[in-house]
């Protein structure tokens, strides 16, 4: 396969988390590709529409068009449209920040939030973001209403190797993630204290019918100084009946290919 595609969508997920855009140079060296590569493929997607090039310094950042194609997208799902009421009533409730998200080929997205914090530290990270399974309330959540099988393939898949860019705490191993799936399936709920992020706690539910597969999460998140597990708790049957009364109104996800058994 050429290396041209692979290169180029590397640019726009990379350029995604960067609002204000980003050099030439430093879109090269984060990426490791040659300057000259990373000026074909800038240029090449600044003439398609998916990226600009600011006048004035020279910059790269998304374009409309990429920006507009994801938001047609989103009004589609049906489950975002669903949502936004329960995810404002559950920002007015709990005064911290309510969000969705829905898996796609085996990975998990923030899609949609409201934030309830009116004033003091306000937690509200980008949308869009893939979610780290075994280290977010989100992931364990959904990984929760997986065939086990499926729940290892995933996690596996994304691996530990990358933790030094999360919180201190959480699991580290796979098994320790299957200890806490298996817990979170018992209990119904997920929370978790500063293993996505350093001081920041999460309380989470998946959106399924009774033994079928997670259509999405929802999520209760903030600093871990408000949002204490006793505090959290408190939050828990909110989160269940707005997740009840969702995963009554979506469908579940159709199951992916089957997973294979790795080669021994």
Known sequence: MSAVLPRALAVLEHLVAKPDGEFLGD????????????????SELVDLGYLVQHPVDGRYSLGLRIVSQALRHLAKIPLVDLAKPTLDRLAEL???????????????????????????LRYDPDAGREIKLARTSSGLAWLSTLPEQEAVHYIERQGFDDLENYGPDGVTTLEQALEVVARVREDGYCYTDSTF?????????????????????????????????????????????????????????????AVKEPKR
Do not use: C, F, Y
């Open 94 to 120: 709990s005064g911290e920040l309510a969000r969705l998200s829905i898996p796609e080929n085996g990975s998990l997205l923030w899609i949609a939030k409201t934030q309830g914090a009116r004033s003091g």
């Open 27 to 42: 879109v090269a060296d984060a990426l490791d590709m040659p300057r000259s590569a990373t000026h074909r493929i800038l």
């Open 197 to 257: 992020e350093l001081g920041t706690a999460t309380i989470a539910v998946p959106i399924a019918e009774p033994g079928q597969r997670g259509s999405g999460v929802l999520s209760i998140a903030g600093p871990s100084v408000r949002l204490t597990l006793e505090r959290a708790l408190t939050m828990v049957p909110h989160l269940i009946d707005a997740a009840e009364e969702l995963a009554h109104l979506a469908p579940p996800p159709p199951p992916p290919p």
